[in-house]
């Protein structure tokens, strides 16, 4: 399903991260009053009302420090306008309007996108004071304190009817084993795709919508059907002169919520940036099968190899499940050897294991290193099954299971990928504790019983 998008925008500290957790009801954006907290963007998925779910993005505050458009924070910020479908430009009503927020309103006017002007922290603010932001011309201010939850309901109605209606794309969309290509812009994806498919990608399928949706691409090796789903966008006419793609990740979310393996490329000569380490962070929060393709791999002397490596075993280390390849997609080689991986992948994040097997392995677990105990009670794990796959869940049943220490959950995960010889897959470990039944009634006394308790605590008194 694409979700219709939210930007939040506006100079540091107008209150965008509160009215951010205040949608979506959470504290996923940090909170201060100090400027420019606010670096990278914020996604979450929240539901205006009954009916209508959508993706918020929370930006980092612009400033003219530099220059309103080129500058890092403000390059961010316009590729989330460039995803939206409304933008909330936020100001605050207690500083009135300033010359950057004038500089702003020109250059949002310029987007011909759907504005709602939000003025933010108006808690007894009289509206009629709220007449100068009409200069901006961007239409009706909307009064709201994002930190009190005013005006919020006011700000949802008004912005309903500016929302398209999601999009929701067939099942048959993905045939066998769907592979997402993810990875920065400029690294290699589409030369990568067009290497697997052996032409420039004539059986695209270019589903209709924005520049944000993915492209899937069925297409059949050796007897097994994949589904290859390249986030490189449908590009507008008018967008295609750029070389480097613009980075996305409402095209990221998309494509993993729909995929089984995901191929992550990333460029030798750059190794890990921070643009990547994000994307392995959603891959991992999804529970993904995972495979890092290292691109470019052939232009690199022997040296400049094994520092990449060195490098790499430290920096995925909190992707230790992952495999590592070494390709070069402009010339193929190492492309051929991705399928046995992707085909392994696919059968162990998707695999069903009998219980009985669970639990010898949890047998041998508890015999190699018995649970800790935890405020002073020892953990009794019982017995496991297997609840889920994509990733493969595991429920594990016992008594004191609300606090498992990290590195004990971390010893079964190691232990149960190992003995089921899972491969480039993680594993996600639930916990059930068993409840007293009778915690919470009280044993009602007979008539008989409450004589026999009076004559011994008056016993238990004359003894004293």
Not at 248 to 255: L, P, T
Request: hydrophobic share 35%; charged share 25%.
């Amino acid at each position: 399903m694409g979700l219709p998008v939210i930007s939040l925008v506006g100079r540091p500290n107008v209150g965008k991260s509160t009215l951010f957790n205040r949608l979506s009801r959470s504290r996923q954006a940090l909170v201060s009053d100090f400027e420019g907290l606010t670096r990278d963007r914020q996604y979450a998925e929240v539901s205006l009302d009954d009916d209508t779910l959508c993706t918020i993005i929370d930006t980092g505050g612009l400033t003219n420090e530099v220059n309103l458009v080129d500058s890092g924070i403000q390059g961010q910020v316009l590729n989330a306008l460039e995803e939206s479908d409304v933008i909330y430009f936020i100001l605050s009503a207690r500083d009135g309007v300033t010359g950057l927020d004038l500089e702003i309103a020109s250059q949002l006017r310029r987007l011909k996108k759907n504005i709602v002007l939000v003025c933010n922290k108006a808690e007894g603010l009289d509206p009629s004071l709220a007449a100068e932001f009409y200069e901006l011309g961007l239409g009706e201010p909307i009064l709201i304190a994002a930190e009190h939850g005013q005006g919020i309901e006011a700000l949802i109605d008004q912005t309903l009817p500016l929302l398209p209606e999601a999009t929701i794309e067939e099942e048959d969309d993905v045939e066998g084993i769907a592979v997402a290509v993810l990875g920065r812009p400029n690294v290699g994806k589409s030369t990568l795709i067009n290497r697997i498919l052996g032409e420039e990608r004539v059986l695209a399928i270019d589903l209709p919508g924005t520049t944000r949706d993915s492209i899937y691409i069925p297409f059949e090796r050796e007897g097994q059907k994949y589904t290859l789903i390249d986030t490189a966008g449908i590009r507008r006419k008018r967008s295609t002169h750029h070389k480097i793609e613009k980075f996305s990740i409402i095209k990221a979310i998309d494509a993993l919520e729909k995929s089984h393996v995901v191929i992550l490329v990333l460029d030798a000569h750059e190794g890990v940036t921070e643009q990547d380490a994000t994307l392995l962070g959603m891959i991992a929060d999804k529970g993904r099968a995972l495979m890092i393709a290292l691109n470019k791999w052939d232009g690199l002397d022997d040296y400049q190899k094994s520092e990449v490596k060195r490098k790499l075993e430290v920096k995925l280390s909190f992707v230790n499940y992952a495999s590592v390849h070494y390709i070069s997609a402009l010339h193929g080689s190492g492309v051929g050897k991705l399928f046995a991986p992707i085909q392994q992948s696919f059968k162990s994040a998707g695999e069903h294991h009998p219980t009985p097997l669970l639990n010898k392995i949890l047998e041998k677990a508890n015999q190699g290193h018995q649970p800790p105990p935890v405020k002073g009670r020892r953990l009794k794990i019982k017995y496991v099954h297997q609840s889920d796959v994509f990733p493969p869940t595991f429920t594990f049943h016992g008594n004191h299971l609300h606090n498992v220490p990290n590195a004990y959950e971390r010893y079964l995960k190691n232990l149960f990928i190992r003995e089921l010889k899972l491969t480039n897959t993680p594993i996600r470990i639930e916990y059930k504790s068993g409840e007293n039944p009778f915690k919470d009634k009280k044993n009602k006394l007979t008539d008989r019983q409450i004589n026999k308790r009076r004559r011994m605590m008056q016993f238990t008194k004359s003894r004293r």
